[in-house]
T-cell receptor, first 114, second 112 residues
Framework: GAVVSQHPSRVICKSGTSVKIECRSL??????MFWYRQFPKQSLMLMAT?????????EQGVEKDKFLINHASLTLSTLTVTSAHPEDSSFYIC??????????FGQGTRLTVV | DAKTTQPPSMDCAEGRAANLPCNHS???????VYWYRQIHSQGPQYIIH???NNETNEMASLIITEDRKSSTLILPHATLRDTAVYYC?????????????FGSGTRLLVRP
């Protein structure tokens, strides 16, 4: 299948700082990208959907000012967790989908806020 | 909310077929059924998808009932590396694009 690369795989940051996570589609053009969050022993929860060049659409209950999503090109999307707090510690996973293709997932980023 | 229900866990013997059921009784006529699996601490891996016909690829087979209210993922010869959480997902239309809403999945344990 197609490859989605996510970076970093792990990050530890101090409370109050911001963290940026990158998601790249390496061998296809991702017209739509999705960002998920997964807490231990739980399923993936969709946070937001973004189309290239457009503002992201956030799911209910997800703060758009806290989780900034940029999808400026067909191969790159970024998620910035602003003013991170310990409760934001989680496994963040991105996914990219091209025109009429299934969604392919990155390997995830484990964020720990201390 | 996810439109699918799956048993929380299943197990099967290595080398045997694993049949994972999924109910999606509220599926609409143009909504696809997707299957992904997640091995611990990794991103989900695409397995297969279908609309109404049965589908087969190198990983698995997907059997969808005629009324489309349920489906079964079949791993024909399960190996230990198939131990994972398997998610059955109905792809739904969102505000700006289609999206995949994950349910709780089935934790499959393949026994030696």
């Amino acid at each position: 299948g197609a490859v989605v690369s996510q970076h970093p795989s792990r990050v530890i940051c101090k409370s109050g700082t911001s963290v940026k996570i990158e998601c790249r589609s390496l061998d296809f053009q991702a017209t739509t990208m999705f960002w998920y969050r997964q807490f231990p022993k739980q399923s993936l929860m969709l946070m937001a959907t973004s189309n290239e060049g457009s503002k992201a659409t956030y799911e209910q209950g997800v703060e758009k000012d806290k989780f900034l999503i940029n999808h400026a090109s067909l191969t790159l999307s970024t998620l910035t967790v602003t003013s991170a707090h310990p409760e934001d510690s989680s496994f963040y996973i991105c996914s990219g989908s091209g025109m009429n293709t299934e969604a392919f997932f990155g390997q995830g980023t484990r964020l720990t806020v201390v | 909310d996810a439109k699918t229900t799956q048993p929380p866990s299943m197990d099967c013997a290595e080398g045997r077929a694993a049949n994972l059921p999924c109910n999606h009784s509220t599926i609409s006529g143009n909504e696809y059924v997707y299957w992904y699996r997640q091995i611990h601490s990794q991103g989900p891996q695409y397995i297969i998808h279908g609309l109404k016909n049965n589908e087969t690829n190198e990983m698995a087979s997907l059997i969808i009932t005629e009324d489309r209210k349920s489906s079964t993922l079949i791993l024909p010869h399960a190996t230990l590396r198939d131990t994972a959480v398997y998610y059955c997902i109905v792809r739904v239309k969102g505000d700006s694009s289609y999206k995949l809403i994950f349910g709780s999945g089935t934790r499959l344990l393949v026994r030696p």
